[in-house]
């Protein structure tokens, strides 16, 4: 509902009132004294920073660093974190221990702390990490310490302005295979009752008494566990010394701890993208933090050619994402998608039996590859809702991922996506690859002659408008396509009714007589229409994979889905 200059006004001064913030608070002062001098640029700010409270999504709370209800502040960290102690105290009838810790965004440092006092006061044990860690390590330290939940300060691969608070449950408040897992329903709703029901930021009691900083230990246990996932030197198909990789963690904070890790398993030939190896929350380098934006990958690949490296690895800015460049049998290099990644990494997982778990999972959103692969294997294969709070608690997991770069390798210790551990992984399969002068697009040939070649590619639309996206759900509901890239449709699904013994979700998907697929869904993170398209094409007797023929039809493909979504 529209509100007027005068509610707007009084929302502001009345959340400045009780802002422990000082920064924050002079901020909403200034700006409802403008507004109430007749600023409309003021008074539309206001009514960005009052549009009501950040909502728990597909990562907890995320938003634009600022003052107001509607950003990440410390009065919203604050009320956040007194509501889900609270919530917790209640669920579990006893104070809970919870881990916090940040990245090296944009006002993490203050949430964090300000997050621990509240903690303290509420009488929980805060176990607060050393500041600017990756998101891994504190998805491993809930069930390492066995902590009732953590919080990670991060707004992951979100433009530089955003920050984020992301829950993970544990110890007495998650059972099973949901330890260490991200909030799902009911949790994120009670947690946001109580949330919404706690006092205005200032009334809300803050102390240091029952903070516990966690020592060198915790980050050395993180080390050693994903060290171990590369395997013995002895046991690759060459020295990993011999392995020459090129990292970025892209401005985040992932590079010197992935490059310990690396250390570990022998992994020293190592070249870090020197203008993105140190933190900076203002990514200067890069449009967007993310590894699959277009340009954010150019740098690590300029330095690859230069080095005359073996792969390319880059993580996003909390390193729980990876993307993999590798170079072609042409000798050109070029960014590995989700999928194929995600397929090379299960096919590698599928393959060890020393691994506990009989199930391989991905999103729905992701390709079915990883289905033939685990049915080659005579492992179980599972579909989930899109994110890994759906992903991690999957029974019997051996190996998850989403198209998004993002792969659990390791559930048993990080039940999360993890960018570090999955390097780990990648170089052991490059390690191997390479002692048989072969490389990661030739294992990707031996996939497709085996299962067909499976090829996805995304399409995505960012709005400033978020009736855009909404509009545009509503018109493939109203006049779904009958065809898509010359073949009939077959399949008309509506995600928000459930799909495959799935709980509902916003989207929509389609499949065709020729077997191509697309799923459309809005993003959970970022103001995108983001589009999955999928084509599968046989590999004929003389062995050659026609990744040509298939690159033409997702073209074909994504016009036509342009088309329908009609943006």
Not at 117 to 128: I, K, M, P, Q, R
Not at 152 to 181: C, F, I
Not at 315 to 333: E, F, K, Q, T, Y
Not at 336 to 342: K, Q
Request: with cysteine.
């Amino acid at each position: 509902m529209e509100r007027s200059n005068e509610d707007l006004v009084q929302a502001a001064r009345e959340w400045a009132r009780h802002d422990p913030d000082e920064t924050t608070a002079t901020r909403l002062r200034a700006l409802a004294d403008a507004a109430e001098g007749g600023d409309a640029t003021a008074t539309a700010d206001l009514d960005s920073r009052f549009a009501g409270p950040l909502q728990f999504g597909t990562a907890g709370l995320r938003g634009a660093v600022g003052a107001g209800e509607s950003r990440m502040n410390v009065a919203v960290v604050t009320r956040a974190t007194a509501g889900l102690v609270a919530w917790l105290t209640e669920t579990l009838g006893d104070a809970p221990r919870i881990v916090l810790g940040c990245d090296a965004r944009h006002g993490s440092s203050e949430f964090v702390r300000a997050a621990a006092e509240v903690v303290s006061a509420a009488g929980g044990t805060a176990l607060t990490l050393p500041e600017q860690l990756p998101t891994p390590v504190t998805a491993f330290a809930v069930r390492h310490l066995d902590a009732d939940a953590g919080v990670m300060v991060t707004a992951s691969h979100n433009p530089p302005a955003d920050n984020g608070y992301k829950v993970y449950l544990g110890g007495r408040a998650a059972q099973g295979e949901g330890r260490g897992v991200q909030i799902v329903p009911p949790a994120d709703a009670g947690i946001a009752a109580a949330i919404a029901a706690a006092p205005p930021a200032d009334e809300v009691p803050r102390d240091r008494e029952r903070i516990e900083p966690v020592g060198p230990e915790l980050l050395e246990a993180y080390l050693d566990r994903a060290a171990s996932l590369a395997g013995s030197a002895a046991e690759a198909g060459t020295t990993p010394a011999d392995v020459r990789i090129v990292l970025t963690p892209m401005h985040g904070v992932g590079g010197a701890t992935a490059v310990e890790a690396l250390r570990r398993a022998g992994y020293t030939d190592v070249h870090v993208v020197a203008r993105q190896a140190e933190p900076d929350p203002d990514f200067p380098t890069v449009s967007f933090p993310n590894p699959e934006e277009p340009g954010a990958f150019d740098l690590a690949l300029d330095l690859a050619r230069e080095v005359e490296a073996d792969v390319v690895i880059a993580l996003d800015p909390d390193a729980d994402r990876c993307s993999v460049g590798s170079r072609g049998a042409d000798g050109a290099w070029r960014q590995l998608t989700g999928d194929e990644i995600g397929a090379l990494l299960g096919e590698q997982a599928a393959g060890d039996d020393s691994r506990e778990g009989d199930t391989l999972a991905c999103s729905i959103v992701s390709g079915r590859l990883l289905g033939r692969i685990a049915d080659a294997h005579g492992l179980r294969w599972a579909q989930t809702l899109t994110g890994f709070k759906w992903i991690a608690r999957t029974p019997g997991l051996r190996f998850g991922y989403e198209e998004a770069i993002g792969y659990c390798t390791d559930p048993a210790a990080v039940r999360d996506k993890d960018g570090i551990g999955a390097a780990l992984r990648v170089a052991r399969l490059v390690a191997d690859l390479k002692g048989s002068g072969r490389g990661l697009t030739d294992a990707l040939d031996d996939l497709a002659r085996t299962h067909g070649l499976h090829a996805t590619a995304p399409l995505s639309f960012r709005v400033a408008d978020l009736t855009l996206i909404t509009d545009a759900m509503a018109r493939l509901r109203a006049t779904p396509p009958t065809e898509l890239a010359g073949s009939p449709v077959v399949e008309t699904a509506d995600l928000a009714t459930g799909y495959a013994g799935l709980g509902p979700t916003e989207g929509m998907l389609f499949r065709t007589a020729d077997d191509d697929r697309v799923v459309v869904r809005p993003s959970g993170t970022e103001p995108k229409l983001k589009c999955y398209l999928e084509v599968v094409r046989p590999v004929g007797e003389d062995g050659e994979v026609p990744h040509g023929p298939a690159r033409a039809r997702l073209v074909r493909l994504s016009e036509d889905v342009r088309a329908a979504v009609g943006l």
